[in-house]
């Protein structure tokens, strides 16, 4: 078997291993028991990747001579709520695990920042391991440290910061991934291109089958997404600066998943995110800040790997320029009024623009809406 | 009005002053506004402290330009519940405050853990603002950053550690305490000079009337208690080490309480812990670790303020010595079967002591013990 690819984030003390390649999960407890010696565990799961993975890790984890408790949520979204919360914080404390044992997440990315975020509480903090079982939760939540559920009233409304001891990224798990959801969490690695990595952007412009292949390419494109990100957070762990940059393409994104109303069938977060990466492309270059032919490159590599890069690709009608503008402005990324977005100069030169007049927002949205007049 | 002593609580980034004298819930606009201008804020407090304080509070916020979103829970320690946390959660979502906002606690211990816990959770931390209204909150919950829950399974199983940006210590507010309340708390600010600092309880040997009057030895005892855990806090902020020495008096303490079924009528927190000390004491003169006259001392004064400081000052039976121990055994932080306590080397030499042996325990418990055989 190949060795997996290790990124080490560095966080002083909270610094950890994600592992990315094939096979991890059947190498848990050997990994597991040779970081955190004596460990006992909880896993916490959802019943459809239970059904596909559980069996491998709990044989994994064997091997290391751990026997965990098992934790099955139902699938979806809603699951990150305050009563699954309470589910898996009760679940946890029910096993009698102390604070220097292991909460472990196997799944995407609502079973990582539910599980994260229970970990984070009990006993005022708790080890936690992540097996990220999608692409997306593999680039987005490896590193960064962010957990949560939502509320009634917004998304991600509620969590903790809480770094992981390691990550196992098994990149063969990710073949058993519906296509469209492979897709979609590919738009959040190539972000990591556009923001400040122009060499990644261009390499996958020509690697790009690869990676939906598998193989070694899968697992360098997850590495190089988890390095440049683990950058940016190394500089900005609590989200008071530079952090801001991993939303380039999120604004326009969020808008265009609340003008869907979460509808996952017309639009997914990745596809919000491609549309967003675009958009936020073509509007710099409206505002002469980047080339226009560096969003036409955006737009035709997105095309090529057959995500959706324009508000004409959603199916449905769309609310008017002014309806999504409301959603834009609505956005908890939104400080004390001010409009703030992320702009680039060109593919990987990403920065923060603050106080972009909404004026100017508004007439790009009308350009660019396809169900009205120009 | 006089002016308030200040402590700094030293933990770099998050270091943060406690004020403590007379009037400072009508100087709560002008402190706050003067630290983080232009913020909005929502109080949490319980139906007691309200009807004592709230208006007091409000007007003073008033004065700040303050006019905060008003949160009111039952009172009581089961209001340390998940279901109370979300509504805590949702009600400082629902004042649309955002993360540079404050969350201000008014209330003893539970409101303060509870509120805390809310603020370190609502948008991954906002800012939060102690104004305990119990001198065991002044003394024990202003410094540390603990905050949390209670669990069906054990208490403050469930939280976070969050600093907060400023404390009002209101030693006025102390006169409307129950005096049995006023005293437990004296017990946990009379620990302090037991842990490190001989001179401070040589102090309250001497002074320990005026602090009950009130006054400028009140605030000065105070903030004497303050330093002293802020200073044991700044070594060991997140609990891995040193911090156990808080917990002087805590491992007898707590089996007394739940030896009691947590009946208030017969032993409130502080009470069980003056015992705890108590017995801490007579325990290292028993192990010949420090002299049989400090444990006097201790007893002594104890005593002269009106604290229980024996098992027999517990109205009531107690089980038997054994069962006794069983609590110990039990108790939380004992860590991975081995039992620790925190003994001492005489008055203000408290040290952690790991791999006691529990029959030394249940001997000393017997020998103790009001209701057995010696």
């Known amino acids: 078997m190949s060795e997996p690819v290790i990124v080490e984030v560095g966080l002083g003390e909270r610094a950890y291993d994600i592992l990315i390649g094939p096979g991890l999960l059947a190498r848990a407890g050997t990994e597991l028991s040779r970081r955190l010696p004596g460990t006992r565990a909880a896993v916490v799961t959802d019943q459809n990747v239970a059904a596909a993975h559980l069996e491998t890790l709990k044989a994994g984890l064997e091997k290391g001579g751990i026997q965990p408790a098992i934790i099955t949520l139902p699938a979806g979204e809603k699951t990150k709520s305050f009563a699954h919360l309470e589910e898996v914080v009760d679940g946890v404390l029910a096993a009698k695990?102390?604070?220097?044992?292991?909460?472990?997440?196997?799944?995407?990315?609502?079973?990582?920042?539910?599980?994260?975020?229970?970990?984070?509480?009990?006993?005022?903090?708790?080890?936690?391991?992540?097996?990220?079982?999608?692409?997306?939760?593999?680039?987005?939540?490896?590193?960064?440290?962010?957990?949560?559920?939502?509320?009634?009233?917004?998304?991600?409304?509620?969590?903790?910061?809480?770094?992981?001891?390691?990550?196992?990224?098994?990149?063969?798990?990710?073949?058993?991934?519906?296509?469209?959801?492979?897709?979609?969490?590919?738009?959040?690695?190539?972000?990591?291109?556009?923001?400040?990595?122009?060499?990644?952007?261009?390499?996958?412009?020509?690697?790009?089958?690869?990676?939906?292949?598998?193989?070694?390419?899968?697992?360098?494109?997850?590495?190089?997404?988890?390095?440049?990100?683990?950058?940016?957070?190394?500089?900005?762990?609590?989200?008071?600066?530079?952090?801001?940059?991993?939303?380039?393409?999120?604004?326009f994104g969020h808008a265009l998943e609340g003008a869907t109303q979460y509808d996952g069938a017309r639009l997914v977060h990745g596809e919000g995110v491609a549309i967003g990466m675009a958009l936020a492309h073509r509007f710099s270059a409206r505002l002469n800040l980047a080339s226009p032919d560096d969003a036409a490159r955006v737009e035709a590599h997105l095309h090529a790997v057959g995500l959706p890069w324009r508000m004409s690709d959603i199916p449905g009608e769309l609310p008017d320029a002014e309806a999504l503008l409301g959603f834009i402005t609505q956005d908890k990324k939104v400080s004390r009024g001010a409009l703030t977005f992320i702009l680039t100069r060109g593919i990987g030169q990403a920065f923060i623009a603050k106080d972009v007049p909404a004026s100017e927002v508004l007439s790009f949205l009308k350009e660019n809406h396809p169900g009205q007049p120009k």
């Open 97 to 251: 695990l102390e604070r220097g044992d292991v909460v472990i997440a196997l799944g995407g990315g609502v079973i990582g920042d539910l599980t994260g975020f229970a970990a984070g509480i009990v006993r005022r903090g708790m080890n936690f391991v992540q097996i990220p079982t999608s692409l997306l939760a593999q680039v987005d939540s490896s590193v960064g440290g962010k957990t949560g559920i939502n509320s009634p009233r917004g998304k991600n409304l509620v969590g903790v910061f809480h770094q992981p001891k390691l990550v196992l990224a098994d990149t063969e798990v990710l073949d058993t991934l519906p296509i469209r959801e492979f897709r979609a969490g590919y738009a959040e690695l190539a972000k990591y291109g556009l923001i400040d990595r122009p060499d990644f952007f261009a390499w996958l412009e020509g690697n790009w089958t690869k990676v939906f292949v598998g193989g070694a390419e899968r697992a360098e494109a997850i590495a190089e997404a988890c390095r440049a990100k683990a950058d940016v957070v190394a500089r900005d762990e609590f989200e008071t600066g530079d952090r801001a940059l991993l939303n380039l393409g999120h604004t």
